[in-house]
């Protein structure tokens, strides 16, 4: 986990490559499919600049797939996307698996050999519309994310941030303890796999009804 420094630190070095990595790819404001166009282009750029400016900034591969770069061990999600002028961004971009943020930070415990583990995950997201960079610990907000229990896949919910997290470092009042982050991350679970058997539930009894309608007839449609 970073010191509030070291978090301060991570943010106004993005923050200052954010111009010069824009340059780099080339950015247009096309008013159209933004993010898809330009996000890894972003994103994999924003990641060399910073390793290239500093050793302890690397490349993330303890945790597959869970962050784009490392800062001293900790992960950092860079997300970057086209907002409403004035409004800020509402979409629902991909975090990680809700499962990884469950088993990996379990791990933290020390009841595992396996070494790489969860104390933090810093996510990063950029507004190139309205030039605004949030930085927070997804640990620290959880009801922030939004969960599919039939993919496992977690998403921000960019609204909530948007009104709600201020440009630079967000750090909470009340600072979750290990307990109560793992207990946390089950309850979202839990609560997404719920849904997720209602939906499932209300499916089957709407299929079988619509079966049931035609039973004795030669075909069902």
Same mark, same amino acid.
């Given at each position: 986990?970073?010191? &509030?420094?070291?978090?301060?630190? %991570?943010?106004?070095? *993005? &923050?200052?490559?954010?111009?010069?990595?824009?340059?780099?790819?080339? +950015?247009?404001?096309? @008013?159209?499919?933004?993010?898809?166009?330009? @996000?890894?282009?972003?994103?994999?750029?924003?990641?060399?600049?910073?390793?290239?400016? !500093?050793?302890?900034?690397?490349?993330?591969?303890? =945790? &597959?797939?869970?962050?784009? %770069?490392? /800062?001293?061990?900790? /992960?950092? !999600?860079?997300?970057?996307?086209?907002? %409403?002028? @004035?409004?800020?961004?509402?979409?629902?971009?991909?975090?990680?698996?809700?499962?990884?943020?469950?088993?990996?930070?379990?791990?933290?415990? @020390?009841?595992?050999?396996?070494?790489?583990?969860?104390?933090?995950?810093? %996510?990063?997201? +950029?507004?190139?519309?309205?030039?605004?960079?949030?930085?927070?610990?997804?640990?620290?907000?959880?009801? +922030?994310?939004?969960? !599919?229990?039939?993919?496992?896949?977690?998403?921000?919910?960019?609204?909530?941030?948007?009104?709600?997290?201020?440009?630079?470092?967000?750090?909470?009042?009340? =600072?979750?303890?290990?307990?109560?982050?793992? =207990?946390? *991350?089950?309850? =979202?679970?839990?609560?997404?796999?719920?849904?997720?058997?209602?939906?499932?539930?209300?499916?089957?009894?709407?299929?079988?009804?619509?079966?049931?309608?035609?039973?004795?007839?030669?075909?069902?449609?």
């Amino acid at each position: 986990m970073l010191t &509030r420094e070291e978090q301060e630190y %991570v943010y106004n070095t *993005i &923050r200052k490559f954010i111009p010069d990595v824009l340059k780099k790819i080339h +950015y247009v404001d096309t @008013g159209k499919e933004v993010g898809h166009k330009f @996000g890894d282009l972003f994103e994999d750029e924003l990641k060399n600049m910073l390793k290239e400016s !500093d050793p302890d900034f690397t490349d993330a591969t303890t =945790i &597959r797939g869970a962050a784009d %770069v490392h /800062y001293k061990g900790a /992960y950092i !999600d860079i997300k970057f996307g086209l907002g %409403v002028k @004035g409004k800020g961004k509402k979409g629902n971009p991909n975090c990680t698996s809700v499962k990884k943020l469950q088993t990996f930070i379990k791990r933290k415990r @020390g009841d595992c050999k396996v070494n790489s583990f969860f104390d933090a995950l810093y %996510v990063v997201v +950029y507004d190139v519309k309205n030039d605004a960079l949030k930085m927070f610990d997804v640990f620290d907000y959880m009801d +922030y994310l939004n969960c !599919d229990a039939g993919t496992g896949q977690t998403m921000l919910n960019e609204s909530k941030i948007t009104k709600n997290l201020v440009e630079g470092v967000n750090i909470p009042e009340k =600072i979750l303890t290990y307990e109560e982050k793992v =207990i946390k *991350i089950a309850d =979202i679970r839990l609560d997404a796999l719920d849904r997720n058997i209602r939906l499932r539930t209300e499916q089957f009894n709407e299929l079988k009804k619509e079966m049931d309608e035609y039973k004795g007839q030669s075909t069902l449609f």
